[in-house]
C-alpha cells in the first residue's frame, strides 16, 4: 500500500469514526428498535460484502436466501432476547434442503460459504443485540445493557486506536503473522490489549457499567476484547488475504467497508456473551 | 450404473440391513453410552466420508479439527440431554479462530466446509441421540425414548425400501430430479410416503409408541419422516453428485459408505425434535 492511500485510509478512518462513534453510542442508548435496525444493516451489508468476497473465489453463495436469512435472524433475536438453538436448528435445515432448488455445481462449497456467511455476520452480530437487550430477560435496569454494549465498543475501539499508532510507531519489526496482515506488530497489539484494559479501568472508576458486574469481571471483558478482538480483525485478514484483496471496501463502493471497521465486533463479544451466560 | 454393480448394491444393502437394522434397535433399547457410541461413529467415520467427498474438489478440510468437534459434541448432547446454543456458539467461535492457525488460501472455503461437515453430521446426528435421552429431561419414562427413535427410525426404513422397490416396478418414467438423482421416480416417493404413514398407523394400534403422543403427533411424525427423510435422500444425492461420485462408500473401501446408509437419518429427526419442541 503507498503513503497516499495510507493516508486516505486513515483519513476516512477518521471521518467515520468522529461521526460514527457517537452515532453507535446514542443508538446504544436508545436500544430497543433503532439499535436493531442499525446493527441489522451492519449484519446484512457486511454479509453482502462478505458474499461478493467469496465470488471473486469464483463460487456462487445464494446471497437472497443468506440476506432474507440475516434478517429474519436478527429479528428473532431482538424479539426473543437470547439465542434460540432449535431455530438455529431450522435455518441449518432450511439451508439443506434449499440446496434441491440450486444447481448442483458446487452444491456442498455454495451452501457451505452462504450458511458461514449467514453464522459470520447476522448471527454473530444478533450477539450484540443480545447483548443490549439482556437486562429485560432478567428484569434488570434496561440502561445496563447499554452500559454493557458501550464498554465493550469502547474497549475495542480504543484498543484498535492505540494498536493502531503504536504500531505505526514502534511496530517497524517484529509483525505478529506478515502473511496474514502485514501491518499488525507485536508492539501494537500490546497496546491495544493495554487500551482495552484501561478504558475498563477508567469506565469501572467512572461507574458507567452494568450494576451486576464487579471489577473482576470488566477485567475479563476487557481481556476478551484486548486479545480477542484483535484476533477477529486476523480472521477477517485472513479471509480478505484468501480473496486477494486489500480492502473489503473496494468490492462495495460507497458504503466504505462494513467488515473493515466491524471485524472487531464479530467474534470477542460472542466471547463476552458466553462469560456473562457463566456468570449471570 | 451397471446391473451386476446394481445387485451386488443391492445384495450389500439387504446385508447390511439384516444385520444392521436389529442391531440399531438392539442399541436404541439400552439406550444411553451404547447408542450414544453407535451413533457417534457414524457421526465421526460419515464426517469423514464428507470431507473426503469435499477433498475431490479439491479443498482441505480439517478433518482432525472436525471430528474432535464432532466427537466433543456427541458427548455434550448426551451429557445435557438438549441443545446447547451457547455451545454451539463457541464451536463455531473457535472454528473462526482455527482460521489462523492454516494456510491462509482458500481460507474462507476451508473453514465453511469444515464446519458444514461438523453440522452436517455429528450436530444433525446429536439430535438423535437427544431425542433418545429426552424422556430423562421431562422426567418420563426412559423407555419413551426408545420407542420414539424406533418409531422414526422404521418409518424411515419401510419408507426407503417401500420407495426402491414401487421405484424399480412403477418408476420407468416420472423422475423427479433426473439430474439429482437419476433412479428417484414420483411413482417411489409416493410409496415411500404412504410406506411411513402405515408404520405409523401400525406402530400406533400396537402402541409401540411414547405414552405422550397421540395419533395426530405419530402422523405428523410420519410425514416429516417420509417426505423430508426423502428430500434428505436428495440432498446427500445433490452433495454426490457435486463431487461426480455415484456412492460415498467408494471413496472409504470397508465401512460401506455410512452417507449412503444414513442419508435419510439426517434431516428428517431435525424436525420430528422441533416438532416436538413445539407440542412438549
Not at 75 to 90: D, H, K, V
Not at 95 to 109: D, E, G, R, S
Amino acid at each position: 500500500m503507498n503513503k497516499e492511500k495510507s493516508l486516505s485510509n486513515f483519513a476516512s478512518r477518521m471521518f467515520i469514526n468522529l461521526l460514527g462513534i457517537p452515532a453507535i453510542i446514542l443508538l446504544a442508548r436508545a436500544g430497543g428498535l433503532p439499535y436493531t435496525v442499525f446493527f441489522g444493516l451492519v449484519a446484512v451489508l457486511g454479509q453482502i460484502e462478505f458474499y461478493n468476497l467469496i465470488k471473486q473465489k469464483g463460487f456462487q453463495p445464494w446471497i437472497n436466501v443468506g440476506v432474507i436469512s440475516g434478517i429474519v435472524w436478527i429479528l428473532i433475536a431482538y424479539l426473543s432476547q437470547g439465542l434460540l438453538c432449535p431455530l438455529l436448528l431450522l435455518f441449518l435445515l432450511g439451508f439443506l434442503l434449499i440446496v434441491l432448488f440450486h444447481p448442483v455445481t458446487n452444491a456442498i462449497v455454495n451452501v457451505a460459504v452462504t450458511f458461514l456467511g449467514f453464522l459470520y455476520l447476522p448471527f454473530l452480530i444478533s450477539i450484540l443485540i443480545i447483548l443490549r437487550e439482556m437486562p429485560k430477560r432478567y428484569d434488570g435496569n434496561y440502561l445496563d445493557g447499554y452500559f454493557l454494549v458501550v464498554l465493550v465498543f469502547s474497549s475495542i475501539w480504543i484498543c484498535d486506536a492505540l494498536a493502531y499508532v503504536f504500531g505505526k510507531w514502534l511496530g517497524k519489526r517484529h509483525k505478529i503473522a506478515p502473511k496474514i496482515s502485514p501491518g499488525k506488530s507485536w508492539a501494537g497489539c500490546i497496546a491495544g490489549l493495554c487500551g482495552a484494559l484501561l478504558t475498563i479501568i477508567l469506565f469501572y472508576y467512572l461507574d458507567w457499567k452494568p450494576e451486576n458486574l464487579g471489577l473482576r469481571d470488566l477485567l475479563i471483558i476487557g481481556l476478551i476484547t484486548g486479545i480477542i478482538g484483535q484476533a477477529g480483525d486476523f480472521v477477517e485478514s485472513a479471509f480478505k488475504r484468501d480473496v486477494g484483496v486489500k480492502d473489503s471496501s473496494s468490492l462495495l463502493l460507497g458504503h466504505g467497508g462494513i467488515l473493515d471497521r466491524f471485524d472487531s465486533f464479530l467474534i470477542a463479544p460472542g466471547f463476552v456473551y458466553l462469560y456473562l451466560l457463566i456468570i449471570l
